[in-house]
């Protein structure tokens, strides 16, 4: 008589729950070559099209030209109500991308809903008329970029290896700036009111056609991660403040090094847009920010990510300490303004890097989202102080000098590696994270 096998046992839905929550870690993505890793931070240029150059340079001239007699006066109060939605909008976006299970990528689909929302948000902003209206406009473009990006930072840390990712922060530096640059030219559209339509197919063209690209690049390297709970139990009671803690103690000082270049550049960007500077001028400063930024990505691969940050946030507090002292010419301001604004490029791709080496990789999304909350939070910050008239031009310059030394003492001296990742990611067996 043959021996039939044992049926298994019948399993209670509590232990299989359990069981699936405690299988073993995911299998890492496919990482993607050289070429790939370029096609996917083309997603960065519309997202920067769309996001800082349209505050910037495209909302001033679309309130003038459709909110009516007092539109123009609008600015301050628009751009401070999209970084606030920005900032709240960007961790949780970036938790629930890391909480995706779908068929279709776990970070593809939101850059994917993102961008279409975003493209919504902006061909509502150019079809309204008034002030009201443009304000709903921006508050659904900022919210869709918030999406598309949750997903667009995080394949930083999914898809790219460690030695590469100061080249990933590098490339993502530089189509920001291309970004800032068609936001510009989209400006310029809009002061014809017989260019209005072009403005906007200008910027739906260059938000949708690179996050198209990107989509393209990563299909086949976007694998879902089971997520995981920060270690963090007074937050984990509360799902939407759980979005908002820092995964570990490095990673909030890399975050607070980032907000410190954004805010000084910004104050330094303020400064020397209110200077009599020659018509390049600008291009040249945009020059600086693209140089300084694959500068400090390729070298924080080579050199570490630390000696990286801390050059870059000196080099932006040495070039706004001399134009505070020494720049009496436009010349001078642009030569000394390019030297501010190379490193606090560098300084941002080389912490853009180490905070991919340091977010955990099953919550990299909502991480990086923080990170980039934090950003947002310090940008709001000096727009609220500028818009008091708290900063006149002395104290601006004083501050991103301020800022730029802090920024370059902010990380920890731990964990430091001779070449790649400057921190290596601290686990503990509570919070399952993966390097």
């Given at each position: 008589m043959v021996a039939l096998p044992a049926r298994p046992a019948k399993v209670p839905a509590a232990a299989a729950s359990f069981t699936r929550i405690a299988r073993p870690g995911p299998e890492r993505a496919k990482p993607v070559d050289g070429l790939r890793l370029l096609l996917l931070s083309t997603a960065w240029l519309g997202l920067a099209a769309v996001t800082g150059g349209f505050l910037d340079n495209a909302l001033p001239g679309l309130l003038g030209l459709r909110g009516g007699a007092q539109g123009s006066g609008w600015w301050a109060p628009a751009a401070m109500l999209a970084l606030a939605t920005a900032a709240v909008a960007l961790p949780l976006a970036g938790r629930w991308s890391d909480r995706l299970q779908g068929m279709h990528g776990q970070r593809r689909t939101p850059m994917f809903f993102g961008g279409l929302l975003a493209a919504a948000g902006l061909g509502l902003g150019f079809a309204v008329e008034g002030v009201v209206g443009?304000?709903?406009?921006?508050?659904?473009l900022q919210v869709g970029a918030a999406v598309a990006q949750a997903g667009a930072q995080a394949l930083l840390v999914d898809v790219v290896p460690t030695q590469r990712r100061g080249l990933g922060a590098g490339l993502k530096g530089l189509c920001e700036v291309a970004g800032v640059a068609v936001a510009g030219i989209a400006a310029g559209f809009l002061l014809a009111e017989t260019g209005a339509s072009r403005g906007l197919f200008l910027l739906l063209g260059a938000l949708l056609l690179p996050l198209a690209i990107a989509l393209a690049a990563v299909r086949?390297?976007?694998?879902?991660?089971?997520?995981?709970?920060?270690?963090m139990p007074i937050l984990t009671k509360l799902p939407l403040l759980n979005a908002f803690a820092a995964p570990s103690r490095a990673f909030a000082r890399a975050a607070a090094a980032r907000a410190c270049a954004v805010a000084g550049l910004l104050l330094l960007t303020r400064v020397l847009a209110g200077a009599d500077l020659f018509a390049s001028g600008s291009l040249v400063l945009l020059g600086a920010a693209a140089f300084g930024a694959l500068a400090g990505g390729g070298m924080s691969d080579a050199m570490g990510r630390k000696p990286v940050v801390q050059s870059g946030g000196l080099v932006l507090a040495a070039g706004a300490l001399l134009l505070l002292l020494l720049a009496r010419t436009p010349t001078a301001m642009l030569v000394f303004g390019a030297l501010a604004v190379l490193g606090g490029a560098m300084l941002l791709a080389a912490t853009w890097a180490s905070l991919a080496d340091l977010a955990p990789r099953r919550e990299a999304?909502?991480?990086l989202g923080l990170a980039a909350s934090w950003a947002a939070c310090a940008a709001l910050a000096v727009l609220l102080l500028l818009a008091l008239g708290a900063l006149p031009e002395e104290g601006a310059l004083l501050g991103a000098v301020g800022l730029g030394a802090l920024a370059a003492l902010a990380l920890p001296g731990s964990?430091?590696?001779?070449?790649?990742?400057?921190?290596?990611?601290?686990?503990?067996?509570?919070?399952g994270a993966l390097p």
């Open positions: 443009i304000l709903a406009a921006l508050l659904l086949g390297h976007d694998r879902p991660t089971p997520s995981v709970q920060p270690d999304g909502r991480s964990g430091e590696k001779k070449k790649g990742a400057a921190f290596a990611v601290v686990t503990t067996k509570r919070s």
